[in-house]
């Protein structure tokens, strides 16, 4: 369930992999490696949150493919 603050939603980490399609783990690869900078939020147990701009992202990278070397949106 989205948190809603000032009027716009925010998603935890379980949310996100679930909307984008991903595991925790490659969502933690993606943050650690810079795929994805960290998220600009957390909520008052220092947990993620993600925007619906940042959700787009992901979800545009998970369905990335290539071909010889050329990336194809």
Do not use: H, Q
Request: proline fraction near 3%; charged fraction near 35%; glycine fraction near 6%.
């Amino acid at each position: 369930m989205p948190v809603t603050l000032s009027g716009r939603k925010y998603y935890r980490t379980a949310e996100v992999c679930r909307m984008v399609g991903i595991s925790r783990t490659t969502l933690f690869r993606w943050l650690t490696e810079g795929t994805f900078s960290e998220p600009k939020y957390r909520d008052r147990r220092g947990w993620r949150l993600f925007t619906d701009e940042e959700i787009n992202r992901m979800k545009k990278e998970a369905n990335r493919i290539s071909r010889d070397g050329m990336e194809i949106y």
